[in-house]
Protein backbone atom coordinates (compact mmCIF):
# COMPACT_ATOMS: atom_id res chain seq x y z
CA UNK A 1 0.00 0.00 0.00
CA UNK A 2 1.27 3.51 -0.77
CA UNK A 3 2.59 5.76 1.87
CA UNK A 4 0.08 7.78 0.80
CA UNK A 5 -3.05 5.94 1.31
CA UNK A 6 -1.65 4.58 4.40
CA UNK A 7 -1.26 7.81 5.90
CA UNK A 8 -5.47 8.38 4.78
CA UNK A 9 -6.18 5.34 6.43
CA UNK A 10 -4.56 5.84 9.63
CA UNK A 11 -5.92 9.26 9.57
CA UNK A 12 -9.59 7.59 8.93
CA UNK A 13 -9.22 5.34 11.65
CA UNK A 14 -8.25 8.13 14.50
CA UNK A 15 -11.09 9.99 12.79
CA UNK A 16 -13.83 6.73 12.83
CA UNK A 17 -12.22 5.94 17.12
CA UNK A 18 -13.26 9.71 18.00
CA UNK A 19 -17.21 9.16 16.93
CA UNK A 20 -19.84 8.11 19.22
CA UNK A 21 -20.16 4.63 19.62
CA UNK A 22 -23.03 3.58 17.97
CA UNK A 23 -26.51 3.29 19.93
CA UNK A 24 -29.12 0.39 19.48
CA UNK A 25 -32.48 1.22 17.90
CA UNK A 26 -34.69 2.16 20.33
CA UNK A 27 -37.86 -0.34 21.04
CA UNK A 28 -40.67 0.77 19.50
CA UNK A 29 -44.13 0.20 22.11
CA UNK A 30 -47.52 1.18 19.63
CA UNK A 31 -49.77 1.33 22.53
CA UNK A 32 -49.64 0.70 26.40
CA UNK A 33 -53.18 -1.05 27.88
CA UNK A 34 -54.73 -1.27 31.45
CA UNK A 35 -57.49 -3.42 33.04
CA UNK A 36 -57.81 -3.39 36.81
CA UNK A 37 -60.18 -4.75 38.99
CA UNK A 38 -60.68 -5.09 43.16
CA UNK A 39 -60.18 -8.62 44.96
CA UNK A 40 -63.37 -7.06 46.72
CA UNK A 41 -67.07 -6.63 45.00
CA UNK A 42 -68.67 -3.17 47.09
CA UNK A 43 -72.27 -2.11 46.23
CA UNK A 44 -71.72 1.43 46.18
CA UNK A 45 -74.94 2.97 46.63
CA UNK A 46 -76.29 6.31 45.02
CA UNK A 47 -75.01 9.21 47.58
CA UNK A 48 -71.52 7.11 48.49
CA UNK A 49 -68.50 6.81 48.41
CA UNK A 50 -65.33 4.17 47.89
CA UNK A 51 -63.24 3.58 49.41
CA UNK A 52 -59.45 3.79 48.63
CA UNK A 53 -60.47 7.41 47.13
CA UNK A 54 -56.80 6.82 45.60
CA UNK A 55 -56.11 2.98 44.73
CA UNK A 56 -52.29 1.81 44.44
CA UNK A 57 -49.39 3.48 45.22
CA UNK A 58 -50.04 6.79 46.32
CA UNK A 59 -49.11 6.62 50.29
CA UNK A 60 -48.11 9.61 53.18
CA UNK A 61 -51.55 11.62 52.01
CA UNK A 62 -51.50 15.46 53.10
CA UNK A 63 -54.37 17.33 52.59
CA UNK A 64 -55.44 21.54 52.56
CA UNK A 65 -58.46 23.05 51.73
CA UNK A 66 -58.15 26.55 50.00
CA UNK A 67 -61.70 28.24 49.83
CA UNK A 68 -63.86 25.48 47.99
CA UNK A 69 -60.61 23.67 46.87
CA UNK A 70 -58.89 20.75 48.11
CA UNK A 71 -55.40 19.59 47.66
CA UNK A 72 -53.40 16.26 48.12
CA UNK A 73 -50.14 15.29 47.85
CA UNK A 74 -48.15 12.14 48.23
CA UNK A 75 -44.67 10.95 48.38
CA UNK A 76 -42.94 9.01 45.45
CA UNK A 77 -39.77 8.32 47.23
CA UNK A 78 -36.98 7.76 44.06
CA UNK A 79 -40.46 8.02 41.03
CA UNK A 80 -39.08 10.64 39.22
CA UNK A 81 -41.31 12.92 38.27
CA UNK A 82 -41.85 13.25 42.15
CA UNK A 83 -44.72 14.43 44.52
CA UNK A 84 -47.85 14.29 42.68
CA UNK A 85 -50.64 16.49 43.69
CA UNK A 86 -54.24 16.04 43.06
CA UNK A 87 -57.21 18.74 43.56
CA UNK A 88 -60.85 17.80 44.42
CA UNK A 89 -63.88 19.75 45.64
CA UNK A 90 -65.91 17.22 47.28
CA UNK A 91 -62.37 14.88 48.77
CA UNK A 92 -64.13 11.89 46.86
CA UNK A 93 -63.14 12.83 43.03
CA UNK A 94 -59.81 13.59 43.00
CA UNK A 95 -57.41 15.15 39.95
CA UNK A 96 -53.45 14.79 39.28
CA UNK A 97 -52.88 18.21 38.46
CA UNK A 98 -49.08 17.96 38.83
CA UNK A 99 -46.20 16.40 40.03
CA UNK A 100 -44.27 18.92 42.16
CA UNK A 101 -40.51 17.61 41.28
CA UNK A 102 -40.81 17.45 37.25
CA UNK A 103 -37.19 19.36 36.82
CA UNK A 104 -33.73 17.80 37.19
CA UNK A 105 -32.73 20.54 39.02
CA UNK A 106 -34.65 20.33 42.09
CA UNK A 107 -34.02 17.24 43.33
CA UNK A 108 -31.04 14.72 42.29
CA UNK A 109 -32.23 10.97 43.16
CA UNK A 110 -28.83 9.61 41.74
CA UNK A 111 -27.92 6.67 44.11
CA UNK A 112 -30.75 6.05 45.58
CA UNK A 113 -32.49 2.97 45.77
CA UNK A 114 -36.45 3.14 44.77
CA UNK A 115 -37.83 3.01 48.97
CA UNK A 116 -35.47 6.34 49.30
CA UNK A 117 -35.45 10.01 48.44
CA UNK A 118 -39.10 11.79 49.16
CA UNK A 119 -40.78 10.76 51.64
CA UNK A 120 -44.05 12.13 53.32
CA UNK A 121 -44.80 15.25 52.03
CA UNK A 122 -46.73 17.94 53.59
CA UNK A 123 -49.14 20.66 51.76
CA UNK A 124 -50.49 23.84 53.09
CA UNK A 125 -51.57 27.47 51.77
CA UNK A 126 -50.41 30.96 52.96
CA UNK A 127 -50.80 34.61 51.58
CA UNK A 128 -51.02 33.42 48.24
CA UNK A 129 -48.72 30.74 48.05
CA UNK A 130 -48.43 27.07 48.16
CA UNK A 131 -46.13 25.09 50.63
CA UNK A 132 -44.73 21.93 50.32
CA UNK A 133 -42.01 20.70 53.04
CA UNK A 134 -41.03 17.24 52.82
CA UNK A 135 -37.90 15.27 53.49
CA UNK A 136 -35.11 13.95 50.74
CA UNK A 137 -33.39 10.81 52.31
CA UNK A 138 -30.16 10.16 52.15
CA UNK A 139 -30.26 12.93 49.73
CA UNK A 140 -29.46 16.43 51.74
CA UNK A 141 -32.89 15.95 54.09
CA UNK A 142 -35.78 18.76 54.53
CA UNK A 143 -36.37 21.34 52.38
CA UNK A 144 -39.69 23.48 51.66
CA UNK A 145 -40.14 24.12 48.11
CA UNK A 146 -43.35 26.59 46.67
CA UNK A 147 -45.85 27.54 44.11
CA UNK A 148 -48.24 30.16 43.47
CA UNK A 149 -50.15 27.75 41.44
CA UNK A 150 -50.51 23.94 42.90
CA UNK A 151 -50.23 23.09 38.91
CA UNK A 152 -46.81 24.09 38.73
CA UNK A 153 -43.82 24.74 38.73
CA UNK A 154 -43.00 24.47 42.05
CA UNK A 155 -39.53 26.13 43.01
CA UNK A 156 -36.39 24.91 43.95
CA UNK A 157 -36.11 23.27 47.07
CA UNK A 158 -35.09 26.01 50.30
CA UNK A 159 -32.65 23.56 52.61
CA UNK A 160 -33.48 23.10 56.27
CA UNK A 161 -31.18 22.30 58.49
CA UNK A 162 -32.66 20.38 61.31
CA UNK A 163 -32.65 16.45 61.30
CA UNK A 164 -35.14 14.05 60.91
CA UNK A 165 -38.46 12.80 58.91
CA UNK A 166 -41.86 14.12 58.04
CA UNK A 167 -42.16 17.80 58.56
CA UNK A 168 -45.34 19.86 58.59
CA UNK A 169 -46.32 23.76 58.60
CA UNK A 170 -48.60 25.20 61.17
CA UNK A 171 -49.58 28.58 60.39
CA UNK A 172 -50.98 30.88 62.77
CA UNK A 173 -51.17 34.41 61.66
CA UNK A 174 -48.57 35.79 60.05
CA UNK A 175 -45.98 33.04 61.62
CA UNK A 176 -45.16 29.99 60.77
CA UNK A 177 -43.68 26.45 63.15
CA UNK A 178 -42.26 23.43 61.58
CA UNK A 179 -43.22 19.92 63.44
CA UNK A 180 -41.64 16.90 62.54
CA UNK A 181 -39.73 13.73 63.70
CA UNK A 182 -36.58 14.03 65.39
CA UNK A 183 -34.14 12.25 67.42
CA UNK A 184 -35.01 12.43 71.37
CA UNK A 185 -33.24 14.81 73.78
CA UNK A 186 -31.73 11.72 75.80
CA UNK A 187 -30.04 8.82 74.51
CA UNK A 188 -32.90 6.61 72.42
CA UNK A 189 -33.98 3.84 75.29
CA UNK A 190 -35.21 1.79 72.37
CA UNK A 191 -35.43 0.78 68.85
CA UNK A 192 -37.64 2.95 66.97
CA UNK A 193 -37.44 5.69 69.75
CA UNK A 194 -38.15 9.13 68.63
CA UNK A 195 -39.15 12.32 69.22
CA UNK A 196 -41.65 15.15 67.81
CA UNK A 197 -40.38 18.89 67.86
CA UNK A 198 -40.97 22.54 66.94
CA UNK A 199 -39.48 25.58 65.58
CA UNK A 200 -40.19 27.94 64.60
CA UNK A 201 -39.90 28.91 60.52
CA UNK A 202 -39.68 32.59 58.75
CA UNK A 203 -41.13 31.89 55.71
CA UNK A 204 -40.12 35.46 54.45
CA UNK A 205 -36.52 34.60 54.81
CA UNK A 206 -36.58 31.21 54.17
CA UNK A 207 -34.90 29.91 57.53
CA UNK A 208 -35.28 27.96 60.59
CA UNK A 209 -34.94 30.84 63.44
CA UNK A 210 -35.22 30.77 67.62
CA UNK A 211 -35.11 27.79 69.64
CA UNK A 212 -36.20 23.95 69.10
CA UNK A 213 -38.81 22.79 71.51
CA UNK A 214 -39.47 18.73 72.26
CA UNK A 215 -43.02 18.43 72.33
CA UNK A 216 -43.70 14.49 71.90
CA UNK A 217 -40.58 11.94 73.31
CA UNK A 218 -41.45 8.50 72.15
CA UNK A 219 -44.88 8.47 72.05
CA UNK A 220 -48.48 8.69 73.46
CA UNK A 221 -46.73 6.19 76.72
CA UNK A 222 -42.91 6.23 76.44
CA UNK A 223 -43.16 2.68 79.24
CA UNK A 224 -44.82 0.90 76.44
CA UNK A 225 -42.22 1.88 74.24
CA UNK A 226 -44.16 3.28 71.56
CA UNK A 227 -41.63 3.33 67.85
CA UNK A 228 -41.47 5.65 65.06
CA UNK A 229 -43.71 8.55 66.01
CA UNK A 230 -44.09 10.49 62.81
CA UNK A 231 -45.98 12.64 60.35
CA UNK A 232 -47.24 15.41 62.84
CA UNK A 233 -49.45 18.01 61.78
CA UNK A 234 -51.36 20.53 64.05
CA UNK A 235 -54.12 22.72 64.21
CA UNK A 236 -55.94 24.48 66.44
CA UNK A 237 -60.05 24.61 67.55
CA UNK A 238 -61.67 25.55 70.42
CA UNK A 239 -58.66 27.12 72.58
CA UNK A 240 -56.62 23.93 71.94
CA UNK A 241 -53.54 23.03 69.72
CA UNK A 242 -54.00 19.54 68.62
CA UNK A 243 -51.55 17.52 67.36
CA UNK A 244 -52.09 14.44 65.46
CA UNK A 245 -49.34 12.12 64.46
CA UNK A 246 -48.98 8.56 63.25
CA UNK A 247 -47.65 5.79 65.68
CA UNK A 248 -46.11 1.85 65.80
CA UNK A 249 -44.24 2.02 62.16
CA UNK A 250 -46.05 1.95 58.94
CA UNK A 251 -46.84 -1.89 58.75
CA UNK A 252 -49.34 -3.71 60.92
CA UNK A 253 -49.31 -1.94 63.64
CA UNK A 254 -49.69 1.02 62.64
CA UNK A 255 -51.76 3.38 64.08
CA UNK A 256 -52.61 7.34 64.58
CA UNK A 257 -52.53 8.93 67.91
CA UNK A 258 -54.11 12.48 69.54
CA UNK A 259 -52.64 15.22 71.82
CA UNK A 260 -53.80 18.38 72.64
CA UNK A 261 -52.63 21.27 74.87
CA UNK A 262 -53.45 25.02 75.63
CA UNK A 263 -50.05 26.12 74.47
CA UNK A 264 -48.70 25.98 71.27
CA UNK A 265 -45.15 24.32 72.82
CA UNK A 266 -47.22 22.57 75.13
CA UNK A 267 -47.33 20.16 77.71
CA UNK A 268 -49.37 18.04 75.47
CA UNK A 269 -51.60 15.52 76.90
CA UNK A 270 -52.56 12.30 74.85
CA UNK A 271 -55.85 11.53 74.62
CA UNK A 272 -57.33 8.69 76.61
CA UNK A 273 -59.26 6.80 74.18
CA UNK A 274 -55.96 6.74 71.28
CA UNK A 275 -55.80 5.21 69.06
CA UNK A 276 -58.20 7.21 67.11
CA UNK A 277 -57.48 5.00 64.31
CA UNK A 278 -55.89 1.27 63.84
CA UNK A 279 -56.89 -1.77 62.12
CA UNK A 280 -54.06 -4.01 64.37
CA UNK A 281 -56.24 -5.13 66.43
CA UNK A 282 -58.58 -6.97 63.94
CA UNK A 283 -58.60 -10.27 62.40
CA UNK A 284 -56.16 -10.77 59.51
CA UNK A 285 -58.44 -13.72 58.35
CA UNK A 286 -61.59 -11.01 57.67
CA UNK A 287 -63.02 -10.77 54.19
CA UNK A 288 -62.52 -7.59 52.96
CA UNK A 289 -59.37 -7.04 54.73
CA UNK A 290 -57.98 -3.35 54.77
CA UNK A 291 -54.92 -2.78 57.41
CA UNK A 292 -51.94 -0.76 58.11
CA UNK A 293 -54.15 2.03 58.61
CA UNK A 294 -52.30 5.85 59.95
CA UNK A 295 -50.54 8.46 58.78
CA UNK A 296 -53.56 10.66 58.96
CA UNK A 297 -54.37 14.62 58.58
CA UNK A 298 -57.64 16.16 59.37
CA UNK A 299 -59.51 18.71 57.45
CA UNK A 300 -62.44 21.15 58.27
CA UNK A 301 -64.30 21.24 54.91
CA UNK A 302 -66.45 24.99 54.42
CA UNK A 303 -69.54 23.16 55.82
CA UNK A 304 -67.65 22.73 59.14
CA UNK A 305 -67.18 18.88 58.73
CA UNK A 306 -63.82 17.47 59.76
CA UNK A 307 -62.21 14.31 57.44
CA UNK A 308 -59.36 12.54 57.46
CA UNK A 309 -57.51 11.07 54.72
CA UNK A 310 -54.64 8.14 56.07
CA UNK A 311 -52.99 5.67 54.04
CA UNK A 312 -53.97 1.93 54.63
CA UNK A 313 -53.34 -1.25 52.43
CA UNK A 314 -55.79 -4.24 51.22
CA UNK A 315 -53.62 -7.11 51.43
CA UNK A 316 -54.77 -9.76 48.70
CA UNK A 317 -54.27 -12.58 51.52
CA UNK A 318 -54.20 -13.53 55.43
CA UNK A 319 -50.31 -13.14 55.33
CA UNK A 320 -50.22 -9.73 54.39
CA UNK A 321 -48.86 -9.80 51.06
CA UNK A 322 -49.81 -6.84 48.70
CA UNK A 323 -47.99 -5.61 45.62
CA UNK A 324 -49.83 -2.05 44.91
CA UNK A 325 -48.33 -0.13 47.85
CA UNK A 326 -50.25 1.79 50.53
CA UNK A 327 -53.20 4.32 49.15
CA UNK A 328 -55.02 6.77 50.15
CA UNK A 329 -58.28 6.85 52.04
CA UNK A 330 -60.75 8.76 53.53
CA UNK A 331 -63.03 8.90 56.50
CA UNK A 332 -65.30 11.23 58.67
CA UNK A 333 -64.12 12.67 61.97
CA UNK A 334 -66.32 12.67 64.99
CA UNK A 335 -65.54 14.82 68.05
CA UNK A 336 -66.27 13.21 71.41
CA UNK A 337 -65.75 15.41 74.10
CA UNK A 338 -63.27 17.35 72.54
CA UNK A 339 -61.17 15.16 70.86
CA UNK A 340 -61.15 13.27 67.10
CA UNK A 341 -61.94 10.56 66.77
CA UNK A 342 -61.78 8.85 63.11
CA UNK A 343 -62.71 5.17 63.86
CA UNK A 344 -63.77 3.54 66.82
CA UNK A 345 -61.51 1.00 68.04
CA UNK A 346 -62.48 -2.34 66.74
CA UNK A 347 -64.32 -1.33 63.75
CA UNK A 348 -63.22 -2.53 60.21
CA UNK A 349 -62.33 0.46 57.83
CA UNK A 350 -65.60 0.55 55.52
CA UNK A 351 -65.25 -0.02 51.58
CA UNK A 352 -67.99 2.63 51.23
CA UNK A 353 -70.25 5.53 52.93
CA UNK A 354 -71.91 8.43 52.57
CA UNK A 355 -69.89 11.15 50.95
CA UNK A 356 -68.96 14.45 52.24
CA UNK A 357 -72.03 17.03 52.54
CA UNK A 358 -70.43 18.85 49.57
CA UNK A 359 -71.06 19.30 45.83
CA UNK A 360 -71.34 16.35 44.18
CA UNK A 361 -68.83 16.27 41.43
CA UNK A 362 -68.24 14.31 38.03
CA UNK A 363 -66.01 11.65 37.84
CA UNK A 364 -62.63 12.67 37.25
CA UNK A 365 -61.30 11.77 33.59
CA UNK A 366 -58.74 9.49 34.81
CA UNK A 367 -60.46 7.32 37.39
CA UNK A 368 -58.40 6.91 40.84
CA UNK A 369 -60.80 4.83 42.39
CA UNK A 370 -63.53 1.58 41.87
CA UNK A 371 -62.45 -1.02 38.43
CA UNK A 372 -61.39 0.48 35.68
CA UNK A 373 -59.50 0.06 32.66
CA UNK A 374 -57.11 2.96 30.23
CA UNK A 375 -55.49 2.49 26.86
CA UNK A 376 -52.93 5.15 26.02
CA UNK A 377 -51.60 5.07 22.52
CA UNK A 378 -49.01 7.33 22.67
CA UNK A 379 -50.58 9.84 20.18
CA UNK A 380 -50.05 13.07 22.58
CA UNK A 381 -47.10 15.70 22.57
CA UNK A 382 -46.39 14.16 26.03
CA UNK A 383 -47.11 11.44 28.36
CA UNK A 384 -49.77 11.73 31.01
CA UNK A 385 -48.40 13.22 34.47
CA UNK A 386 -48.95 9.58 35.77
CA UNK A 387 -46.59 7.79 33.87
CA UNK A 388 -43.09 7.61 36.33
CA UNK A 389 -39.91 6.47 35.95
CA UNK A 390 -36.85 5.26 38.16
CA UNK A 391 -34.21 8.01 39.70
CA UNK A 392 -33.47 11.66 37.90
CA UNK A 393 -32.46 11.88 34.25
CA UNK A 394 -30.20 13.92 32.96
CA UNK A 395 -31.13 13.61 29.37
CA UNK A 396 -34.11 11.96 27.76
CA UNK A 397 -35.02 8.80 26.83
CA UNK A 398 -37.89 8.47 25.38
CA UNK A 399 -39.92 9.98 22.63
CA UNK A 400 -43.21 10.17 21.34
CA UNK A 401 -43.29 9.62 17.09
CA UNK A 402 -46.01 8.57 14.62
CA UNK A 403 -48.28 7.35 17.85
CA UNK A 404 -45.72 5.19 19.13
CA UNK A 405 -43.44 5.33 22.64
CA UNK A 406 -39.48 5.35 21.13
CA UNK A 407 -37.98 4.27 23.85
CA UNK A 408 -34.40 4.13 24.22
CA UNK A 409 -31.55 1.71 26.19
CA UNK A 410 -30.79 2.76 29.40
CA UNK A 411 -28.91 1.61 33.14
CA UNK A 412 -29.65 -1.72 33.67
CA UNK A 413 -32.65 -1.56 36.33
CA UNK A 414 -30.62 -2.34 39.71
CA UNK A 415 -27.87 -0.05 38.60
CA UNK A 416 -28.30 3.21 41.61
CA UNK A 417 -26.01 5.51 39.67
CA UNK A 418 -27.88 5.03 36.47
CA UNK A 419 -31.77 5.83 35.08
CA UNK A 420 -33.19 3.05 33.77
CA UNK A 421 -34.78 3.45 30.18
CA UNK A 422 -38.34 2.87 31.84
CA UNK A 423 -41.11 4.20 31.90
CA UNK A 424 -44.41 2.96 34.06
CA UNK A 425 -47.81 3.40 35.30
CA UNK A 426 -48.79 1.90 39.20
CA UNK A 427 -50.11 -1.36 39.22
CA UNK A 428 -53.23 -0.05 40.63
CA UNK A 429 -55.44 -3.03 41.16
CA UNK A 430 -55.01 -7.13 42.75
CA UNK A 431 -56.16 -8.31 40.03
CA UNK A 432 -54.78 -6.39 36.77
CA UNK A 433 -53.73 -6.75 33.28
CA UNK A 434 -51.00 -5.22 30.86
CA UNK A 435 -50.48 -5.70 27.63
CA UNK A 436 -48.77 -3.49 24.71
CA UNK A 437 -47.61 -3.99 21.67
CA UNK A 438 -43.96 -3.83 20.80
CA UNK A 439 -41.81 -3.41 17.68
CA UNK A 440 -38.22 -4.43 18.12
CA UNK A 441 -35.32 -6.82 17.37
CA UNK A 442 -32.81 -7.67 19.61
CA UNK A 443 -29.01 -7.07 17.91
CA UNK A 444 -26.93 -8.91 20.27
CA UNK A 445 -27.26 -11.56 23.29
CA UNK A 446 -28.41 -9.68 26.27
CA UNK A 447 -30.31 -6.92 24.07
CA UNK A 448 -33.98 -6.73 26.16
CA UNK A 449 -37.32 -4.76 25.69
CA UNK A 450 -40.70 -5.22 26.73
CA UNK A 451 -42.68 -5.09 30.00
CA UNK A 452 -41.09 -4.96 33.39
CA UNK A 453 -43.01 -5.01 36.60
CA UNK A 454 -40.66 -2.89 39.67
CA UNK A 455 -40.95 -3.21 42.82
CA UNK A 456 -37.62 -2.42 44.22
CA UNK A 457 -33.86 -2.39 42.39
CA UNK A 458 -33.99 -6.01 43.78
CA UNK A 459 -37.36 -6.77 43.41
CA UNK A 460 -38.33 -7.11 39.79
CA UNK A 461 -39.12 -9.14 36.45
CA UNK A 462 -38.75 -8.66 32.80
CA UNK A 463 -41.14 -10.43 29.88
CA UNK A 464 -40.35 -9.43 26.64
CA UNK A 465 -37.76 -9.86 24.05
CA UNK A 466 -34.05 -10.56 24.11
CA UNK A 467 -31.40 -12.53 22.56
CA UNK A 468 -30.18 -16.02 23.88
CA UNK A 469 -27.18 -17.91 22.27
CA UNK A 470 -27.41 -15.62 19.14
CA UNK A 471 -31.05 -16.94 19.01
CA UNK A 472 -34.33 -14.28 19.18
CA UNK A 473 -36.77 -15.66 22.05
CA UNK A 474 -39.68 -13.88 24.88
CA UNK A 475 -38.28 -14.74 27.54
CA UNK A 476 -39.56 -14.10 31.74
CA UNK A 477 -36.59 -13.39 34.01
CA UNK A 478 -37.17 -12.42 37.65
CA UNK A 479 -34.90 -11.20 40.65
CA UNK A 480 -36.85 -11.88 43.94
CA UNK A 481 -34.70 -9.83 46.46
CA UNK A 482 -31.64 -10.49 44.42
CA UNK A 483 -28.74 -8.69 42.62
CA UNK A 484 -29.01 -10.95 39.15
CA UNK A 485 -31.54 -12.28 36.95
CA UNK A 486 -33.24 -15.50 37.27
CA UNK A 487 -34.30 -17.09 33.83
CA UNK A 488 -37.82 -18.79 34.19
CA UNK A 489 -39.37 -19.22 30.76
CA UNK A 490 -38.14 -18.36 26.97
CA UNK A 491 -39.38 -19.38 23.66
CA UNK A 492 -38.30 -18.73 20.32
CA UNK A 493 -39.86 -16.15 18.11
CA UNK A 494 -39.86 -14.44 15.17
CA UNK A 495 -38.86 -10.60 15.72
CA UNK A 496 -39.91 -8.83 11.96
CA UNK A 497 -43.21 -8.04 13.25
CA UNK A 498 -45.15 -7.08 15.92
CA UNK A 499 -45.32 -8.91 19.20
CA UNK A 500 -48.34 -8.48 21.80
CA UNK A 501 -47.17 -8.51 25.43
CA UNK A 502 -49.57 -9.45 28.08
CA UNK A 503 -49.02 -9.89 31.99
CA UNK A 504 -52.28 -10.96 33.80
CA UNK A 505 -52.09 -10.78 37.84
CA UNK A 506 -54.84 -12.39 40.09
CA UNK A 507 -53.82 -11.41 43.77
CA UNK A 508 -50.51 -13.24 44.05
CA UNK A 509 -49.67 -14.98 40.89
CA UNK A 510 -49.31 -14.00 37.13
CA UNK A 511 -49.40 -15.18 33.97
CA UNK A 512 -47.63 -14.21 30.74
CA UNK A 513 -49.15 -14.08 27.57
CA UNK A 514 -47.60 -13.20 24.36
CA UNK A 515 -49.49 -12.99 21.15
CA UNK A 516 -47.11 -13.23 16.86
CA UNK A 517 -49.28 -13.32 13.42
CA UNK A 518 -52.46 -13.50 15.60
CA UNK A 519 -51.38 -16.67 17.49
CA UNK A 520 -51.79 -16.18 21.05
CA UNK A 521 -49.67 -18.32 23.31
CA UNK A 522 -48.90 -18.49 27.24
CA UNK A 523 -44.87 -18.17 27.85
CA UNK A 524 -45.47 -18.79 31.91
CA UNK A 525 -48.75 -19.32 34.14
CA UNK A 526 -48.92 -19.14 38.02
CA UNK A 527 -45.61 -17.52 39.11
CA UNK A 528 -45.42 -16.61 42.34
CA UNK A 529 -46.07 -12.94 42.37
CA UNK A 530 -45.48 -12.13 46.10
CA UNK A 531 -42.03 -11.16 44.71
CA UNK A 532 -43.54 -8.33 44.09
CA UNK A 533 -44.84 -7.60 47.57
CA UNK A 534 -44.32 -5.15 50.13
CA UNK A 535 -43.65 -7.87 52.67
CA UNK A 536 -41.22 -9.63 50.78
CA UNK A 537 -39.73 -7.27 48.82
CA UNK A 538 -39.56 -4.65 51.80
CA UNK A 539 -39.21 -0.68 51.24
CA UNK A 540 -42.67 1.99 50.59
CA UNK A 541 -43.66 1.63 47.24
CA UNK A 542 -46.18 -0.04 44.68
CA UNK A 543 -45.52 -2.75 41.88
CA UNK A 544 -44.89 0.03 38.53
CA UNK A 545 -45.30 -1.89 35.31
CA UNK A 546 -44.45 -0.30 31.87
CA UNK A 547 -41.86 -0.69 28.87
CA UNK A 548 -38.20 -0.73 29.31
CA UNK A 549 -35.57 -1.51 26.98
CA UNK A 550 -31.67 -2.17 27.54
CA UNK A 551 -28.67 -2.96 25.68
CA UNK A 552 -25.37 -4.05 27.18
CA UNK A 553 -22.84 -1.64 26.48
Not at 99 to 115: C, H, P, V
Not at 321 to 334: A, C, D, S
Not at 344 to 359: D, F, M, S, V
Request: hydrophobic fraction near 35%; glycine fraction near 10%; include cysteine.
Amino acid sequence: MPHRTLRLFALTCASLSLLPAAHAAPARFDDFRYSGQSIEKIDVKPGDYRNPILTGYYPDPSVTRVGDDYYLVNSSFAHYPGLPIFKSKDLVNWTQIANAIDRSEQLDFTGRRISQAVFAPAISFHDGIFYIVNTCVECRGNFIITAKDPAGPWSNPIWLPFEGIDPSIYWEGDKAYIVNNRAPNEPPRYSGHRAIWIQEYDWRAGKMVGESTQLINGGVDISKEPVWIEGPHIFKKDGYYYMTAAEGGTSVNHSQVVFRSKELRGPYIPYEGNPILTQRDLDPNRSNFIGSAGHAQLVETQTGDWWATFLAVRPYDADDHYNIGRETFLLPVEWKDGWPVILPRGQAIPHALKAPNLPPQPKPLIPTSGDFSYVETFDGKALPMQWIGIRTPKTPFYSLKAGALELESGAPIGDLDGVPGFIGRRQQHANATFSTTLRYAPAKDGDRAGLAAVQSDRSNLFFGLTRIAGKPVVALYTRDDADTDTLVASAPVATKGPITLTIRITGGTMAFDYAVGGKPRTLKADLDATLLSTKKAGGFVGTVVGPYHYTPS
